[in-house]
């Protein structure tokens, strides 16, 4: 029997097959898992149907998550395709691309506000609506970065909403534990994907990590989506509350031998 076999669930956030959110929904997949995905409005849905076909998808609906109606369709979708769900993966963020660049302290308050809403507050309104259709043992699974922790060039206001992010996870772990419910945030190093090309100086971002990485190389989709099916199988039964780092342990190092021999 496969780990994830009789496992239901729904991943908000793939939008391509370079993304993290894939690298999971692949590894889930391929354990057993039966998953529903949502897309944000009609140019993604082109991006998002063949992938959610191609795992056989039973559910594939738009989904803004600043629209609390919207979120409740989808639930309320879930609950009469599958009864109860297991997993949910909050893989959402965004944020204007003025704000990705020059100074924190030029960030606008719509832009505070936007990133904010889609990228944090989000995964509050996805687990008060999954609450009443998970299972004991169900697992809501956030995805972050090292930026949330610690100041990484033009990261900006988006590290702000990734701080807030895993805040409000250990809150909601609180929360739910009491139903039986995990909410953890898996936290991946630097890897090629299409959001993270509107960080500038990206490239270089991904050079600087090796140098760091006690592994001496950078983190790779398969790394991450094998942490995600641990973090969302039935293995980290024990786990809720955390912030998984999967980055070759750059998050570990402040100045490495390599960086070191730089100066």
């Known amino acids: 029997m496969k780990l994830m076999e009789g496992k ?34 009609e140019v993604m849905e082109k991006r998002v149907r063949p992938i959610a076909e191609g795992m056989n998808a039973k ?11 919207e979120v409740k369709a989808v639930f309320s979708e879930l609950e009469k395709v599958y009864g109860k769900i297991d997993f949910v993966v909050h893989a959402v963020a965004f944020a204007n691309r003025e704000d990705l ?25 996805l687990a008060r609506n999954a609450r009443p259709i998970m299972n004991q043992g169900g697992s ?13 060039a033009n990261y900006n206001i988006m590290g702000v909403a990734k701080s807030a992010l895993e805040s409000s996870a250990r809150y909601l772990a609180e929360n ?17 994907t299409l959001a993270a090309s509107g960080i500038d100086g990206f490239g270089k971002m991904l050079k600087a990590a090796v140098l760091k990485a006690p592994l001496k190389r950078n983190v790779t ?18 786990v809720t509350g955390e912030v998984i780092h999967v980055d070759c342990g750059c998050h570990c190092v402040y100045a490495s031998q390599d960086e070191m021999a730089l100066v």
């Open 8 to 41: 239901r669930g729904v991943i908000f956030g793939v939008s391509n097959t370079h993304g993290i959110a894939y690298g999971i929904a692949k590894q889930l997949f391929e354990a057993g898992a039966d998953i529903a995905f949502t897309y944000a409005g």
């Open 59 to 69: 559910v594939i609906m738009s989904c803004d998550v600043t629209k609390e109606d």
């Open 101 to 125: 660049t020059g100074e924190f302290i030029n960030t606008s308050k719509a832009g505070w506000d936007l990133a904010m809403g889609v990228s944090a507050y989000s995964l509050v309104s």
């Open 140 to 152: 809501i699974l956030a995805l972050t970065y090292l930026g949330g922790e610690k100041v990484v």
């Open 176 to 192: 739910l534990g009491k139903d039986g419910i995990r909410v953890n945030c898996l936290s991946s190093g630097a890897v090629k």
């Open 221 to 238: 989709l398969e790394d991450v989506g094998k942490t995600g099916l641990y973090l969302l199988s039935d293995l980290s039964s024990g």
